[in-house]
């Protein structure tokens, strides 16, 4: 294992692995785990991955922070990269995370943090959650023999909830926003010594994220996209994907750094606004709290927990953060489901609403390639979408004269 240590993104102190680390102990901003990138070129090539018979996010084990392979079987990560053709002009790709074992991105940060939990010795790992970290840590949790309890909002959608509570997790719902279950999981685990997975706070979630970038890459022969585009919320994910394109650039893997496009919805806009401030000539660089209203839950957040993160990696890769109405995030979902078949949830989708806007706007031009990463699966918020698509129902009587009179009226004979 090649890692360093972990060194705190404000204040830059470097700390050891050795003993439970989250936050920096100096500063509290977030922390990221360092690679001796000089050992790492040594060990691995693009040849090393070409040869790997293991089709899950575990082919990248040497860029990983853990000593050895886990017990895990399920397929977590090395998701389809469909080819979505010409749009606007642009080469777009789409990155299905919706196929992970729990139906969403966070598999990935689950599995690399109940890895890294396993090798310490820790029993019992708990996380709050949106939904998705939740159900994915109770799949992973229950399948890697570990005991989870997730802290979710009371607004969390149903499919989300019921997945929980079938993968056996300890379930608590908070009357209150993401946020308060953040802050009440953060009080439990420093109060009975839990290991806590909250994104952001716990610097392996980035480890498991930055996969995706890994996968990107190998999927389109190391050639890199000119953008990739996700939704934010608590800008985990994004800042995960810049940590796996600059590792791969370290270590020669790849000879550019794609952009990064962070989308986000106007009703949860954080980061977004962050960068606008920036833009405008503030300074420092710092996320500040919003009120989030958003119907797409999974990125509905007040104080994004790896934003400041998240708003550095949109800047270091000149990229940009967009936000796009709910409005748009809807119609999103019916387009990419029948345009390529993909159904995704609204924060999954949402990434594909600012890639239409960005190409409208000028910044992602024709000729360029680019990927929009579909975060988690439909059928874990079937109400968002079904309210979308209630005109879609045509109600007869079951004989032919009744669907003979539908057709007519429907133009469709
Ligand atoms: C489906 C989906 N998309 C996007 C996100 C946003 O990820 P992050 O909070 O790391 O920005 C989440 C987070 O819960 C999610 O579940
Ligand atoms: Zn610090």
Known sequence: MDVLGARCHACHKEWSLS????DCPACHANLDICYDYESLKKKVSRETFRQHSQFSLWRYLPLLPIQ??????????????????S??????????????????????????????AQERGMTQVIAASTGNAGSSLACLGTHANMATMVFLPHTAPIAKVTQLAVFGARLFMVNGSYDDAYDLCLAASQRWGWYNRNTGYNPFTREGKKTCAYEICEQ???????????????????SGL?????????????????????????QSNAVAATIQRFEAGERPLHVQPVQATTLAD?????????????????????????????????DSICTVAQRWGIFGEPAAVASYAGFEKLCQLGEIRSGETAVCVITGNGL????????????AVIRIDPDIDSLHEHLNNHAIL
């Open 19 to 22: 003993e439970t680390l989250y």
């Open 68 to 85: 050895k392979l886990p017990s895990m079987t399920l397929q977590i990560g090395w998701t389809p990269l469909y080819p979505g053709g």
């Open 87 to 116: 749009v606007h002009g642009v080469n777009l790709y789409l990155k299905d995370d919706g196929r992970n074992p729990s139906g969403s991105f966070k598999d990935r940060a689950s599995a690399l943090v109940l890895a890294v």
């Open 220 to 238: 389109l022969a190391w050639r890199v996209p000119d953008w990739v585009v996700v939704s934010v919320g608590d800008g985990n994910i994004l």
């Open 242 to 266: 810049w940590k796996g394109f600059r590792d791969l650039y370290h270590l020669n893997l790849i000879d550019r750094l794609p952009r990064l496009a962070g989308v986000q919805s106007s």
């Open 298 to 330: 999974s990125i509905s957040v007040d104080i994004p927990r790896d934003g400041n993160m998240a708003a550095q990696a949109i800047l270091d890769s000149q990229g940009v953060a967009v936000e796009v109405p709910d409005q748009a995030i809807r």
């Open 380 to 391: 874990k918020d079937v109400a968002a979408a079904s309210s979308i698509v209630q005109d």
